[in-house]
């Protein structure tokens, strides 16, 4: 009995481990480096992997074993494909993988990925102090869909990039942020 008491104080000693070391830690080099990016306008995000919603056509290319090495089909590694979310003052170039369904018949294009140029319309961005990020969303268009962007930047300069699609599953990216160099 004694054994049993000994595993179940070691296992929610684990979950209280894990759940404090979930927090975000940032250096003040990183904090000052993250000030500077946003109060330029001008920075890169590189993400590292890709999540597509679940679903029954992402399970069946998952099985296939069509996704690269180590990835499934609800968390795709891209960290060896090139993709990017430039933000140059006031406009935008994205260049970002799609792992998903297609919702509508909006037509077909030869753009397999997410693919936007130009102005972004409705930015708002704010800071949350208890998360310690700053949020940025817009809205983009196109040749053949409106895309919705939720950008998530944290003080240790990891990324969260949300993008819901008027013709596709949404998907999330996360990365990292980079500023623009000259």
Do not use: W
């Not at 250096?27 to 890169?44: G, R």
């Not at 310690?132 to 990039?161: C, G, M, P, Q, W």
């Amino acid at each position: 009995m004694k054994y049993l008491k000994f595993i179940g104080v070691i296992i929610i000693i684990s979950f209280i481990q894990a759940c404090a070391s979930s927090s975000i830690i940032a250096t003040e080099e990183q904090k000052a480096k993250l000030e500077q990016i946003i109060n330029d306008e001008s920075f890169n995000i590189e993400s590292k992997v890709a999540y597509p919603m679940p679903s029954s056509g992402m399970n069946a290319v998952s099985n296939l074993n069509l996704l690269p090495f180590g990835s499934s089909a609800n968390r795709i590694d891209i960290s060896m494909t090139a993709n990017h979310i430039k933000f140059l003052e006031d406009s935008i170039d994205i260049n970002l993988p799609y792992y998903g369904e297609r919702q509508l018949g909006n037509g077909y294009s030869n753009e397999n990925g997410i693919n936007v140029q130009g102005k972004p319309k409705h930015v708002s961005i704010d800071y949350n102090e208890s998360k310690k990020r700053y949020r940025i969303k817009f809205e983009a268009k196109n040749k053949t869909e409106s895309l919705n962007f939720d950008i998530s930047i944290y003080h240790n300069l990891k990324t969260s990039v949300r993008i819901n699609s008027s013709d596709r599953t949404s998907i999330r990216f996360d990365g990292n942020v980079k500023m623009i160099e000259d």
